[in-house]
């Protein structure tokens, strides 16, 4: 079978997003000074240049402070059960004044300072720059673009997908990771010609990015087949007495018909998110569900990564199915995974030999033993007669 037809059509690095880098930020950097140098070109009189940047200065920080003032008018409602009673709390809430409060003194100072008489009242000014944000609050039109939206929520890590990542570690993966290759090695012992290769004995997690979860893989794919269950660990947990962790070990075909056995299982989180989208009540369309999706699966790599004893214990096996119905794609997702396992394994062994050449056979060790008695060479090994 080639190497090609095995090969996921949508490789992880097309699907899972990395996090926002500071690209936005330098753009505005390069705009600021492209605009300035465009102002400085155009050869307009300085002081009214400044005066009317000041007054675009004012009417921006005039917005921010009636913004505040809206939403004031809310939270005052809600001192005690969001704010501790604290009235100090919801203005700081409310208003970002350790930056926005001296830009607005500051600019209305300015402004006032070059101001020079043009037959309108400062009020005038102050009036039609108020009415003009008030304008922008009214219609909506203050709010956070998606984009904006989605990284804030990413940097503050406050997205379903990471609360759902880290309640998946720590109430399961935690658990059962460090045990897993126990658990291969005892299973091993007892079926010795099963979990033959050591490279595969990983728990590999499922992470669909539809979310759809089969909670019979035999249904998902007829190639894989159950076959056994791998050792349980049993611990006391949040009250429960003796509550039992286990993992499946299944057969996967390939298209050779020759036999793989791994132990699979879905990340089970990816339910919630299917039962969200599905729910009116939750808000969650489609679109969120997937970007979630994304989400919990960078966050888990990102976890598990920074945890030693979970390191070579799990798979993370992420896919997005195609549109055309296909019988045995899952089953090909899994021996693509298992057959990159295998060729890891086979480049740290090769990289291994070639920084350990004391492992290599020495000249003397190569000369054959002869027999006193015989010209003919005689085995190294009494097992070999």
Not at 26 to 33: D, E, F, G, M, N
Not at 309 to 332: K, N, P
């Amino acid at each position: 079978m080639s190497q090609e037809s095995w090969r996921p059509s949508h490789p992880t690095a097309l699907l899972i997003p990395k996090a926002r880098g500071e690209r936005a930020q330098c753009a505005a950097y390069l705009l600021l000074a492209l605009c300035a140098a465009a102002l400085y070109l155009a050869g307009e009189p300085l002081v009214p240049t400044a005066r009317s940047l000041t007054s675009h200065f004012v009417a921006l920080q005039i917005g921010v402070l009636l913004k505040g003032t809206c939403y004031l008018a809310e939270e005052i409602f809600h001192l005690q059960s969001r704010h501790h009673g604290s009235f100090w709390r919801a203005l700081s809430a409310c208003f970002p004044l350790r930056w926005h409060g001296p830009m607005l003194l500051i600019c209305g100072s300015a402004y006032v300072a070059l101001l020079d008489g043009d037959g309108q009242p400062l009020g005038l000014h102050l009036g039609l720059a108020s009415l003009c944000q008030l304008l922008i609050l009214a219609l909506g039109l203050h709010k956070p673009s998606a984009v904006e939206m989605s990284e804030m929520s990413e940097r503050s890590k406050q997205n379903v997908a990471h609360g759902l990542a880290w309640s998946y570690y720590i109430g399961y993966l935690k658990i059962v990771l460090p045990r897993v290759k126990k658990s291969m090695e005892e299973f091993s012992r007892a079926n010795p010609n099963v979990l033959v290769r050591r490279d595969n004995w990983k728990l590999h997690i499922l992470v669909p990015l539809s979310c759809e979860i089969y909670d019979d893989l035999e249904k998902a794919d007829s190639n894989i087949q159950y076959l056994a269950d791998l050792t349980e660990t049993t611990l006391t947990r949040a009250g429960t007495k003796k509550r039992v962790y286990k993992h499946s070990l299944y057969t996967i075909r390939d298209e050779d018909n020759k036999l793989w056995h791994c132990a699979v299982e879905y990340a089970t989180p990816l339910q919630s998110l299917y039962a969200m989208s599905q729910d009116e009540c939750a808000a969650f369309s489609r679109e969120d569900r997937l970007e979630q999706a994304k989400l919990f699966y960078r966050t888990l790599e990102e976890i598990l990564k920074g945890y030693k004893e979970c390191a070579d214990t799990y798979r993370l096996i992420v896919y997005e199915e195609s549109g055309e119905a296909e019988t045995h794609f899952l089953s090909r997702e899994i021996l693509w995974h298992l057959q990159q396992q295998c060729h890891e394994e086979y480049a740290m062994y090769e990289a291994n030999q070639l920084h350990n050449p004391s492992t290599t056979l020495s000249s003397t060790e190569l000369n054959l033993q002869i027999s006193e008695s015989s010209d003919l060479p005689q085995p190294l090994r009494s097992d070999c007669i």
